[in-house]
């Protein structure tokens, strides 16, 4: 039923496309992918930063989402309430908060900014990681609470990275510059999601594993913010930097 369920709205998803969806118009011309130019990438400070601030995002995403049913199971077993089921249903909504995150992300980089946005997502999700600890035990509305803000602002940052990479690049070598961005984050979470039960066996348990995930939100708020505080910042978001 699951699978069945998940492909019915794929493909109802792929409909709505279909039928509503237009492309353009576009501010620049078709970006290729172009070997020579990845290190351009690296030698502009306001890319530099923009990427970097993804990397912190992308290094807890989705270890986030890929170890939370089994952070939630031990959190449930650890407070003796639910059963399997109900740390999956939880689980679901946690995640699936994040529609509202990726809502609320776009309507406050259009009115403070993409670096202010993605700083405060980062902060707030890095917060609830490191608190997640703390409440394994219960209370368990409060272990709900903060795990859905965390939900809800694990990913709202998300579209802001690639957006503010377009704008900051110069437009011949747009398609290097995000395919760079993507790749290198996909890299890092490969390795996020990796290390994350490792270090849960390490430290003996999952009750501070997402401690492990708490560095890189940090350091990419960081690295918005600085880049906030560059004059090339102002191409971003209409000039809210």
């Known amino acids: 039923p699951v699978v069945a369920a998940a492909s019915v709205a794929t493909a109802a998803g792929a409909l709505l496309f279909l039928l509503f969806a237009k492309e353009g118009p576009y501010p620049f ?3 290729i992918f172009e070997p020579s130019r990845i290190g351009q990438v690296f030698r502009e400070k306001p ?4 990427n970097l601030g993804y990397l912190g995002h992308m290094w807890e995403l989705y270890a986030m989402w890929a170890w939370l049913l089994a ?5 449930f077993e650890a407070q003796a309430i639910g059963t399997a089921a109900t740390a999956s249903l939880a689980t679901f909504f946690v995640v699936a908060s994040g529609i509202l995150g990726c809502l ?5 980089s259009d009115r403070i900014g993409r670096t202010a946005t993605t700083a405060g997502m980062m902060l707030v999700s890095g917060s609830c990681a490191l608190l997640m600890g703390f409440l394994f035990t219960g209370p368990l509305w409060l272990f709900m609470l903060v795990a859905i803000v965390w939900g809800v602002s694990v990913i709202g940052d998300s579209a802001q990275f690639s957006a503010a990479v377009t704008e900051l690049t110069d437009r011949r070598f747009v398609g290097t510059a995000l395919s760079v961005q993507l790749g290198a984050g996909f890299a890092l979470t490969v390795l996020a999601i990796w290390l994350t039960p490792r270090f849960a066996d ?5 009750r501070w594993a997402f401690l492990l ?3 890189g939100p940090l350091l990419g708020a960081a690295a918005m913010l600085w880049l906030r505080n560059l004059p090339e910042s102002v191409k971003m978001a ?4």
């Open 202 to 206: 390490f430290i003996g348990g999952w």
């Open 104 to 108: 609320l992300g776009g309507y406050l």
């Open 47 to 50: 890319l530099l930063l923009a």
């Open 238 to 241: 209409g000039g809210l930097r």
């Open 71 to 75: 952070y939630t199971r031990a959190a």
């Open 29 to 31: 011309g078709k970006a």
């Open 213 to 215: 995930l708490v560095p």
